[in-house]
């Protein structure tokens, strides 16, 4: 299987400081992501990620951990962190890395278990859920992943912005997809992965998902770049 991302990771660990991953989607220019980016202590981070780490509690379940990063931090914080990750060449690198916990795996295809006081999904995580279509089943498996009284943390973003026009107004397909689906590609040297849906979600729209889930959702940080961190919580 493809693993670009994976590959980058190990690549970095082992010496590549200067790897880079180009980043196609169907909504936007190609772009790239230096591989250092995801090997950032916690000082180097985002407002909202710290904020986000100082809100975990308990036992921490971080799901698409990457390189690792959030891990080791919330360790460092003297919390039990469980790093899930589909990537067996990055999880590899947690380890090395010392995270002290680490499971390879399809969140859509392992049981959860009930045992977790906060369910980490920084960078976007949420957009593992891929589709609107599939995000009932996302919330579903991250609230059966909870302890009684835990908490979801999450961070997405309105990305609306991509479809202004030069004079302000937004030009949508309105029997379309949602706007906050996008379709990636990743490439690492000369692998690539296959595409893969990825889903952004304004807070809005969050919300009602969320009460359908019988989840509260509640509006922590909203950045002036339409990015947000929310907390959900079984209603």
Same mark, same amino acid.
């Given at each position: 299987?493809?693993?670009?991302?994976?590959?980058?990771?190990?690549?970095?660990?082992?010496?590549?400081?200067?790897?880079?991953?180009?980043?196609?989607?169907?909504?936007?220019?190609?772009?790239?992501?230096?591989?250092?980016?995801?090997?950032? &202590?916690?000082?180097?981070?985002?407002?909202?990620?710290q904020f986000a780490l100082s809100l975990c509690?308990?036992?921490?379940? +971080?799901?698409?951990?990457?390189?690792?990063?959030?891990?080791?931090?919330?360790?460092?914080?003297?919390?039990?962190?469980?790093?899930?990750?589909?990537?067996? &060449?990055?999880?590899?690198v947690q380890k090395a890395r010392g995270v002290?916990?680490?499971?390879?795996?399809?969140?859509?295809?392992?049981? @959860?278990?009930?045992?977790? +006081?906060?369910?980490?999904?920084?960078?976007?995580?949420?957009?593992?859920?891929?589709?609107?279509?599939?995000? @009932?089943?996302?919330? +579903?498996?991250?609230?059966?992943?909870?302890?009684?009284?835990?908490?979801?943390?999450?961070?997405?973003?309105?990305?609306?912005?991509?479809?202004?026009?030069?004079?302000?107004?937004?030009?949508?397909?309105?029997?379309?997809?949602? #706007?906050?689906?996008?379709?990636?590609?990743?490439?690492?040297?000369?692998?690539?992965?296959?595409?893969?849906?990825?889903?952004?979600? +304004? #807070?809005?729209?969050?919300?009602?998902?969320?009460?359908?889930?019988d989840l509260k959702a509640e509006l922590l940080?909203?950045?002036?770049?339409?990015?947000?961190?929310?907390?959900?919580?079984?209603?």
């Amino acid at each position: 299987m493809s693993d670009p991302l994976g590959a980058a990771i190990k690549a970095y660990w082992e010496g590549n400081k200067k790897a880079v991953i180009q980043v196609y989607t169907d909504q936007a220019d190609p772009d790239e992501l230096p591989v250092h980016y995801l090997f950032r &202590k916690e000082e180097e981070m985002p407002e909202r990620e710290q904020f986000a780490l100082s809100l975990c509690r308990g036992r921490v379940l +971080d799901v698409g951990a990457g390189a690792g990063s959030h891990a080791v931090a919330l360790q460092q914080k003297g919390l039990e962190v469980t790093a899930l990750e589909i990537s067996e &060449k990055a999880a590899q690198v947690q380890k090395a890395r010392g995270v002290q916990q680490v499971v390879v795996g399809d969140m859509f295809q392992m049981p @959860p278990t009930p045992s977790f +006081d906060t369910v980490l999904l920084l960078m976007n995580g949420i957009g593992i859920a891929g589709t609107l279509e599939q995000l @009932p089943q996302f919330l +579903d498996i991250c609230k059966r992943w909870l302890a009684p009284g835990g908490q979801i943390l999450l961070e997405s973003s309105d990305i609306l912005y991509l479809y202004e026009e030069e004079d302000g107004s937004v030009l949508l397909d309105l029997n379309g997809a949602y #706007y906050g689906e996008l379709t990636y590609v990743m490439e690492y040297r000369q692998e690539r992965s296959q595409p893969f849906d990825w889903l952004f979600i +304004d #807070y809005s729209l969050l919300e009602q998902y969320a009460q359908e889930a019988d989840l509260k959702a509640e509006l922590l940080l909203q950045e002036e770049d339409a990015h947000y961190l929310a907390r959900l919580t079984v209603a």
